[in-house]
């Protein structure tokens, strides 16, 4: 399985960005996919998750009402749109999958299985 991210970039304070997640390598009817997070010095911590059939998502409280993850099955795709972008929400962007059904822990990195390089993204105050 591979995970492609991109669509990351330098922006300013309640700018908009999306983000792109291509999937390969499997059939992921059954995947959850996720994205993760990692800021300069910090640990790495859950942005957001969606089930392959696109009916349930998770979000963090620190993102939800702004970010909107959602998935293109055609395109084996996942996308995360963030709004209102702030500069805490700057860091290295890296999209995940799971091999099954949304898991219990759904905010924790070693539930899923395989994961993509980041994709950088700069918020300027």
């Known amino acids: 399985v591979q995970l492609q991210a991109s669509g990351g970039g330098l922006v300013q304070a309640g700018d908009s960005l999306r983000l792109s997640c291509a999937a390969s390598g499997d059939t992921f009817s059954s995947y959850t996919l996720g994205w993760f997070r990692q800021a300069p010095g910090k640990e790495r911590e859950f942005v957001a998750a969606?089930?392959?059939?696109?009916?349930?998502?998770y979000y963090a409280d620190s993102v939800k009402g702004r970010f909107t993850i959602s998935i293109d099955n055609a395109k084996n795709t996942v996308y995360l749109q963030m709004n209102s972008l702030r500069p805490e929400d700057t860091a290295v962007y890296s999209c995940?999958?799971?091999?099954?059904?949304?898991?219990?822990?759904?905010?924790?990195?070693?539930?899923?299985?395989?994961w993509g390089q980041g994709t950088l993204v700069t918020v300027s105050s």
């Open positions: 995940a999958a799971d091999r099954g059904q949304i898991p219990s822990k759904v905010s924790q990195a070693y539930e899923y299985d395989y």
């Open positions: 969606i089930g392959w059939s696109g009916v349930s998502a």
